[in-house]
């Protein structure tokens, strides 16, 4: 289980746990039925506020990505593999659309970006710089 | 009661008496041996003890920080009215174990040398001591719990000269020659009873809302 | 939910000082910070609240208890520490323990023990001999080592290296651990608290500035910076804590008018900015 905060970030801390749980859900490093840390536990592991984690679990709660059982804690929930999709899709399609007003702004010619497509799915996709 | 018990216990460690027990057994052996060799060592030990018992029947109000130990008082479950009879109840029986101390120590010289001997004097004696404190404490007790002894020295000394000239003037007028023993004594005692009750009733009263 | 503390309208006045009225809650299993400038009434407000001074009005319920000598008869159940707390002169860490022992009804002997360790107390000096900071220490230790529901702190921060402060911070965190147990705590190291305090209660110059979650008091404003041409009327009238200076001007923004620092620099503030700009009066317009 990781989760890493920065104190003195834009971004609110209670948001960017919200962020990381969700990331580790979408990405299955967080199987459905997994215990998460208790409220209490995680405010004091991460040395913040018992109502930061509080309201943290409870958004992750009404996105659909946890459940909070009564006296035993928080599940990861089983996530509806066509709304999963459904997201993924999302992704894809705004990456490839970030590539293209890339492109478009350096003036590279629809061939080529088609060219750079086929290229990366023949290596695998595992093509990181 | 327990809780007024913690209380009065409470009182009496924080003195430095009970580090120092040795040294009052050692300063007794000391007073019996002058009184068996030298002549009335009496009026020494009365120093002694109304010297000891005056400055420690302060000792609970006293202390190295404001209030004397009140910010303690403060946090333990100790009710105001019980920290009350504690005080008093330490104050009494400080003032009987001095008193107890002298005419024990005075009986013993007396049996060693029974030339000087004079028990019920001693007894009278005793008793009148032990008069005298219990009165300065139900004098300046209310005052102490009122205002602390910070803001209250004046109470304690101009008390302590007060009894002292009272005392001294009936030592001088000495009515006790023309008035019969028992009765006077009876009387002193109700009169000692009905004083010390009025000075606790104002003490719990004042101490209930003292600020700290 | 319980709750540890419930103050309603609570105020004191003095010649040179008026405090309130105070009005909030702290539920079992939080931390509340005290925070204010000097003088702005912390050090007040607690001594109403351990009654060591009557209110001149409101009420309060600590623990459940309603009245001073119920709360001064429920004193197992609270730990505090304030500057004023002392303990015997001639007590060394032995005696406090053997008579807290009897004093307390949960008094944790070996709690404490570990606790005077932890801070480095030597065992065998009497308190009048500790420097101030030690036996602030040691009232910590005694505060904390008789499982009370409710700790009531002045303080206890100050003095601190900031390795002591984390270990405090620690040990606070780990006494709420189990949800039942609530923690008061005033203090200047604001940015600190701002980390982990579940509520924050803030006190200018008697007034009760603000009561409620952390959080909503840090975004309750923003920070707004600009050149001295960008400093509009509006801004100004809406503005805190107004500062200017040749490079330009910066004030608080009530987060609601945000739209009158549309092109500035705008970012939220931390807790030690914001009490800055709210300054010692907190004054509202100039």
Not at chain 1, 54 to 73: C, F, I, M, S
Not at chain 3, 176 to 182: E, F, H, L, R
């Amino acid at each position: 289980m990781r989760i890493v905060i920065q104190n003195r970030s834009q971004l609110p801390i209670y948001q960017q746990i919200i962020d990381q749980i969700q990331a580790a859900i979408l990405s299955g490093d967080l199987q459905p039925g997994t215990l998460l840390p208790s409220i209490r536990g995680l405010a004091k592991d991460l040395q913040i506020s018992v109502i930061t984690t509080t309201r943290a679990y409870h958004d992750l709660e009404q996105a659909g990505l946890v459940q909070n059982v009564q006296g035993k804690g928080t599940y990861v929930q089983a996530q509806d593999p066509a709304l999963l999709r459904e997201q993924t899709l999302r992704q894809v399609e705004a990456g490839l659309q970030a590539a293209l007003d890339a492109a478009k702004i350096g003036q590279i010619p629809p061939a080529t970006v088609h060219e750079m497509l086929d290229s990366l799915i023949a290596a695998g996709g595992d093509d990181h710089d | 009661m327990r809780d007024i018990a913690t209380m009065m216990r409470l009182d009496w460690t924080t003195t430095k008496l009970h580090t120092i027990w040795w040294i009052l057994g050692l300063a007794d052996l000391v007073l019996v041996v002058l009184g068996v060799f030298l002549a009335n060592t009496r009026f020494l030990m009365l120093g002694a003890v109304a010297g000891m018992a005056s400055s420690a029947l302060m000792m609970p109000f006293v202390g190295s920080q404001q209030h004397g130990l009140e910010g303690m008082l403060a946090l333990l479950p100790l009710r105001r009215r019980t920290v009350v009879w504690g005080h008093y109840g330490y104050a009494l029986s400080l003032v009987a174990a001095l008193v107890l101390n002298f005419a024990v120590v005075d009986g013993v010289t007396g049996l060693i040398r029974p030339t000087e001997a004079n028990f019920s004097r001693t007894l009278g004696v005793a008793a009148g001591v032990f008069f005298f404190f219990a009165l300065t404490t139900a004098i300046e007790y209310p005052m102490l719990l009122k205002w602390g002894f910070e803001r209250a020295p004046f109470a304690v000394y101009g008390t302590l000269f007060g009894l002292c000239a009272v005392l001294g003037l009936v030592a001088y007028l000495d009515p006790f020659a023309q008035l019969p023993v028992w009765p006077t004594v009876a009387m002193g005692l109700v009169g000692l009873l009905v004083v010390l009750g009025g000075s606790l009733m104002i003490s719990l009263h004042v101490y209930e809302t003292r600020e700290i | 939910m319980t709750e540890r503390l419930n103050v309603l309208g609570l105020a004191k006045t003095y010649p040179e000082f008026a405090l309130g009225p105070l009005t909030f809650d702290l539920p079992a299993g939080y931390i509340m910070g005290l925070i204010g400038p000097n003088g702005a009434g912390k050090t007040t407000t607690l001594r109403l609240l351990l009654d060591m001074a009557q209110p001149s009005a409101g009420e309060f319920t600590l623990n459940g208890a309603q009245t001073a000598d119920a709360r001064q008869q429920a004193r197992d159940d609270l730990g505090a520490m304030l500057d004023s707390t002392t303990l015997p002169d001639v007590w060394t860490v032995k005696d406090i323990d053997d008579n807290m022992h009897r004093l307390f009804r949960r008094w944790d002997s070996q709690q404490f023990m570990e606790l005077v360790a932890q801070f480095d107390i030597n065992p065998k000096t009497m308190y009048r001999r500790l420097s101030k900071g030690t036996q602030n220490k040691v009232n910590l230790a005694v505060a904390l080592s008789h499982h009370a529901k409710l700790l009531i702190l002045d303080e206890p921060m100050a003095g601190l290296d900031p390795i002591a402060r984390d270990e405090l911070r620690q040990l606070l965190q780990a006494y709420i651990q189990a949800g039942d147990a609530s923690v008061l705590l005033s203090s200047h190291l604001t940015d600190d608290l701002a980390q982990f305090a579940d509520y924050l209660l803030y006190l200018i110059h008697g007034e009760q500035r603000f009561f409620g979650e952390t959080d909503t008091l840090l975004n309750r404003y923003l920070l707004v910076q600009g050149g001295s041409s960008e400093l509009t009327a509006a801004l100004e009238d809406h503005g805190l804590g107004l500062r200017q200076t040749s490079v330009g001007f910066s004030l608080l923004l009530p987060t609601t008018d945000q739209a009158l620092a549309a092109g500035l620099v705008t970012s939220t503030p931390d807790l030690d900015t914001l009490m800055i700009y709210l300054g010692k009066r907190g004054e509202d317009h100039a």
